[in-house]
């Protein structure tokens, strides 16, 4: 680097600077995770302020994040200092759809003040729509109207664009009189959900000749992060933006494209060089985060994925160290093995805790390690998410667990006295308040008297009879039942399960694997009292540390960002790959799910380390997993492999008669035992004293193009 150069460009490197320099015309980054994209964008925003190209306000910069939005601002405010505070138009596309859509509303309808719905107004209206309607909400249930309308406004569809076929895609061909119902309906309420954020400022542009040229002639700049993660009516926004100027620096890595069931589409990398003839392509293939055993280990398992673009990745770094692949037992052992990693990580190295992730496929997979975490005292901190018990399908199945432990926790009772709903308004509600407090007794009590009194409509008096009633019954039930299956009957008969499976979104799904995550985490206390309490503590302990922590979070929310070192657990076959991807059977969501694990190990710099356990709980079932097929396809020489049978006593008595033998699959590969011996009459198995099995892993090398000769160090015991 040149002395005189500018200091955001003094650590580039040529093909870097090049992407900071090229500022006129289009230009796409094309490159793989850790090459400097991100950075690069940043130094380019600098230097458009730096030169003075362009005032603050006249550079459109997106990213994916709000969180990104807020670390790109500080780094360009570190070169150019306050400059930066006058730049407007910084943030996600929803941000920046909700500001130009305020300086606009009346041109769609809507006065600037509108209120932006959250997804619980959303289907409460959609709700009230599909009841108006006619339509069978049981059949036709608010959730699924929710994803279809999402969906249509992701690709930039307003009601009057739906052909038939779309149309179709709900109660029998009226899809599109019912969005054009929501659509209204919002408008009259001055309001607007996520969707019309993006939806609302195409339409605009679209249709409003000033405002897109006023728009491209403002914009003299315009640049997008995680390109790849765009869907259309973004990409439609940017064409329409970028139109006039042509001043487009997008960034990406098709690698990384996962947010397709959002809508995203990859192919938008395509469309910009058909779109923006001529446009300047870049690819940057020096990658400054990881290791080359990191870096090896991740290349060869997106390898496996067809109909990439394809680019190089190479490193100056030390080799470092291997990618760990440590085979365990259980989700618990999982959860203590990861914690006590940690602790050596901090001993070892110092290692500040802030340095370290734990990224989880799954929400639910949480769980097991907030629990641990609290029981050893370990600081964490879960990103892009609720805490587990504080999600709202947790917060409402320990509230009806709370009313059978202690009929008087009023809170609880409120929570869940009409959800899932069951006719009680808010005047039949407000009667049992006024009587409880006239009478200075529990809501729960109040609600059983007023049950003799007419002060309730029958039909209200009917469903808080029953209820008053269903809790008489599980509290009897409760001194009959383990408290685990108590939670799973009080979930069906309460109508709460029923209410999430006639939701076909991917969120309610979601939320009922929570729920299973919760009965699991039961099991482990021995009374429905000591779990409950164990959860007041877990609750209590809300951001006590101030001090560094463990971050604790999806894979998809960690996207962009960097950890010293990572661990990857549950890679196993039906959580990763997820169950769904692997049931919609399609090449294309392996393949997302593929690039999932692709961008899990690439977050890490110097160490990563993934887990599969043997076995899973599910409904208090012992289900055997096998590990992931991405775990064979990691290649072997960046891999060091483990498993460590390790579980305790009760372990070993436990009856597997049910089960498959837990290493069955990797065992038929070696024609050697797996180290457990069943014992004939009982069905039962018992570990076989220790010894090591070498075991081939052809087996799990499902999917793996030809490659059989990964092998696994299995130490048993
Ligand atoms: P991802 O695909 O995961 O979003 P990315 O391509 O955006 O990754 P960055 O996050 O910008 O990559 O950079 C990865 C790491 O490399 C960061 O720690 C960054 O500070 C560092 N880095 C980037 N460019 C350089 C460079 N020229 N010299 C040294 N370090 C660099
Ligand atoms: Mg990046």
């Known amino acids: 680097a040149v002395a005189a150069d500018p200091p955001y460009l003094r650590d580039l490197n040529p093909a870097q600077r090049e992407a900071v320099l090229t500022t006129d015309g289009p230009v796409l980054v094309l490159a793989g995770a850790g090459t400097g994209k991100t950075a690069a964008l940043t130094a380019r925003l600098a230097h458009l302020l730096y030169t003075r190209k362009a005032w603050p306000s006249e550079i459109l910069a997106v990213t994916f994040t709000n969180k990104a939005a807020r670390e790109m601002r500080e780094r360009v405010r570190a070169h150019v200092g306050d400059a930066v505070e006058g730049m407007p138009w910084l943030g996600t596309f929803h941000a920046i759809g909700a500001k130009m859509l305020r300086r606009h509303a009346e041109r769609v309808g809507l006065q600037s003040n509108f209120t932006i719905l959250d997804t619980d107004d959303q289907l409460r209206l959609m709700k009230q729509l599909i009841v108006a309607a006619d339509l069978d909400e049981k059949r036709w249930p608010a959730r699924q109207l929710g994803g279809l309308i999402d969906g249509w406004k992701n690709k930039g569809l307003t009601p009057a664009d739906l052909d038939a076929g779309e149309a179709e895609r709900f109660a029998n061909g009226r899809g599109q009189e019912m969005y054009a119902a929501y659509q209204a309906r919002l408008l009259a309420l001055n309001a607007c959900d996520f969707g019309d954020l993006l939806l ?10 000033d405002v897109l040229e006023s728009y491209q002639q403002r914009f003299r700049y315009i640049m997008v992060d995680e390109y790849q993660d765009t869907n259309s009516v973004q990409y439609l926004w940017l064409r329409l933006l970028a139109q006039e100027r042509k001043n487009l620096c997008c960034v990406g890595d098709d690698d990384q494209s996962i947010y397709s069931w959002r809508g995203a589409q990859v192919e938008n990398i395509l469309r910009f060089e058909r779109d923006f003839p001529g446009a300047a392509v870049i690819k940057l293939e020096q990658n400054y985060r990881s290791t080359p055993h990191i870096l090896g280990a991740a290349s060869g398992v997106i390898a496996n994925n067809g109909g990439r673009l394809g680019k190089t990745l190479w490193t100056e770094l030390d080799a470092g160290e291997k990618l760990r692949v440590i085979g365990i037992w259980d989700g618990p052992e999982e959860a203590r093995r990861v914690g006590e990693e940690i602790e050596a990580a901090q001993r070892r190295d110092g290692l500040s805790l802030d340095r370290i992730a734990i990224l989880v496929r799954a929400q639910h997979q949480t769980r097991e390690f907030e629990d641990r975490f609290i029981a050893i005292g370990m600081p964490y901190r879960i990103v892009g998410g609720f805490r587990f018990y504080e999600r709202a399908e947790i917060r409402d199945a320990l509230a009806y667990l709370r009313v059978v432990a202690q009929p008087a926790d009023d809170l609880a009772f409120e929570r869940i006295v009409n959800t899932p709903k069951r006719g009680l308004g808010d005047k039949a509600v407000q009667k049992v308040h006024q009587l409880a407090r006239a009478e200075g007794i529990p809501l729960m009590l109040a609600a059983a008297r007023i049950l003799d009194s007419d002060e309730l409509t029958p039909q209200a008096r009917r469903s808080l009879g029953n209820l008053v009633g269903d809790f008489a019954r599980w509290r009897d039930m409760a001194s009959a039942l383990p408290h685990p299956e108590l939670a799973r009957q009080l979930l ?10 006639a939701d076909k979104t991917a969120e309610a799904a979601g939320r009922l694997e929570n729920l299973s995550e919760l009965v699991r985490a039961m099991e482990e206390y021995e009374t429905l009292g000591a779990f409950l309490e164990h959860v007041s503590l877990v609750m209590d302990n809300e951001g006590a540390a101030a001090g560094p922590q463990v971050t604790i979070m999806t894979i998809h929310a960690a996207k962009g960002l960097e950890y010293d070192t990572v661990f990857l657990p549950g890679w196993e076959e039906g959580l990763f790959p997820s169950q769904r991807a692997l049931d919609e059977g399609g090449q294309a969501s392996l393949e997302e799910e593929r690039r999932l694990a692709y961008v899990a190990i690439t977050r890490a710099r110097r160490r990563a380390t993934i887990l599969h356990a043997a076995n899973r709980r599910i409904y208090g079932q ?11 396809e990691l290649p072997p020489e960046h891999i060091e492999s483990e ?4 579980g305790g006593e009760s372990l070993w008595r436990a009856n597997w008669s049910e089960r498959a033998d837990p290493f069955g699959d990797v065992a038929r590969g070696t024609g050697r035992g797996p180290g457990w011996q069943r014992a004939a009459s009982t069905g039962t198995f018992t570990p076989e004293p220790a010894r090591v099995v070498e075991a081939r892993a052809s087996a799990i090398s499902l999917g793996n193009k030809g490659r059989d000769d990964v092998s696994l160090g299995l130490r048993v015991f």
């Open 200 to 209: 609302h400022v195409l339409t605009l542009l679209r249709t409003d000749r």
């Open 492 to 501: 069906d008969e309460s109508g709460y399960t029923a209410m999430l499976q």
């Open 622 to 632: 012992w289900t055997s997993s096998l590990p992931s097929r991405f775990v064979a």
């Open 643 to 646: 498993t460590t049978m390790s």
